[in-house]
């Protein structure tokens, strides 16, 4: 297991991860699915899942993010390859290793993303308690026999499903980080859980942060929602702190590229993150290589930003 990016970390050094996976198999002509959204792309399209774990890494990304967001049994289940689970989550880590072994020319570290999507991206279609938390413990075993070197909790918005997720995370013995995703309330003033609009962001975080991440992230939250989550965070959290965010707008089961801020314009607002505290940075849904490549152009500045 290779923790030289915490180490980095905690040395208050600067860490680049990737940007959007799913979002960029879409924008290459992958078909969302609508029960499992980019979950079944391992499964369909793993030369490409491939390639497009390569190109981040050539633009830069130091730790690179399995397309496993969607890929728990019950979601599977929910589009019809329950059965394949294994296979489909074997598939998706074979995906990043062998991109990074076509692509690294130093050390790149491999995430396990785990989220709270549920069965046809229906909040209301959660399982039963015991089927949900079995759910994730088993995907956060996969992942770490499949060689992952941290696990990735994404998208975690709420005081019931985030628990069960980062209980069986932490019980797998790999650093995990914790992902926070918010948005303006109507008062476009409070920040709340980005498909919670009535769990007030602070819930969330005063419930999980205990629990010992090794990394919280704000991430999938609109870049002008970034700093004041941000600001929520550290009021409560003085470790490693990452951003990345999204840029655009979701129409299940597709991703909508709209409102797009521009690589350059990405990497000058992550100047302000760093300001703030960030260290991990990175993209997700909207994000490309490219916004990538130019966090990675941009280091000297943001390092400054320090």
Known sequence: MDETWLNRLRADDIVLLDGGTGSELQRRGVAMNRDAWSGVAAYTHKELLREIHADYIRAGAEIITTNTFGTSRFVLEAAGLGDEFSRVNALAIEAAIEGRDMAAQSAVAIAGSISCLPPGLDVAAYPEATKERDGYRELADVLAEGGVDLIALEMMEDTRHAVMAMEAALEIGLPVWLGVSCRFAADAETLVGFDFPDTPLAEPLDTLLPLGAAVVNV????????????????????????????????????????????????????????????????????????????????????????
């Not at 990452?242 to 100047?271: C, H, I, K, R």
């Not at 130019?294 to 000297?300: F, R, S, W």
């Open 219 to 306: 991430m999938h939250t609109d870049p002008e929602a970034v700093a004041p989550a941000v600001k929520e965070v550290r009021a409560r959290w003085s470790g490693p702190l990452g951003v990345y965010p999204e840029l655009g707008d979701f129409s299940a089961p597709n991703w909508n590229f709209t409102n797009l801020m521009s690589p350059e314009d990405f990497a000058q607002t992550a100047a302000q993150w760093v300001s703030q505290g960030a260290r991990l940075l990175g993209g997700c849904c909207g994000t490309t290589p490219d916004h990538i490549r130019a966090l990675h152009d941009a280091l000297p500045d943001l390092l400054e930003a320090r």
